[in-house]
Nanobody, 116 residues
């Protein structure tokens, strides 16, 4: 079955960096576009970035463009989110996502907290 497991979250000061990972299994990883989302309590889940199966194309939400970088290692079935110049408003639970055969799959999420 499809599984997505995020890791790498934590507490960081403003201006700091974190690298999130999402380990995937149960599907042909290199064939699918992968996405990162984030969610703050009481708000809708927000799309952050995505990367195509080959890794050749990426796209970012305006709020993170120039600060976050999505990448993938198809040999390791893992997608990453490098987050630099972190801001207070980046605080959220971060989820990875894949859409396969008309269904969304989500990981359990990893908490990212930006605080001084």
């Amino acid at each position: 079955q499809v599984q997505l497991v995020e890791s790498g979250g934590g507490l960081v000061q403003p201006g700091g960096s974190l690298r999130l990972s999402c380990a995937a299994s149960g599907f042909t990883f290199s064939s699918y576009l992968l996405r990162w989302y984030r969610q703050v309590p009481g708000k809708e889940r927000e799309w952050v970035a995505h990367i195509t199966g080959s890794g050749s194309r990426t796209n970012y939400a305006g709020s993170v463009k120039g600060r976050f970088t999505i990448s993938r290692d198809n040999a390791k079935n893992t997608v990453y989110l490098q987050m630099n110049s972190l801001k207070l408003e980046d605080t959220a639970v971060y989820y990875c996502n894949v859409f396969i055969q008309m269904r969304d799959y989500w990981g359990q999420g990893t908490q990212v907290t930006i605080s001084s």
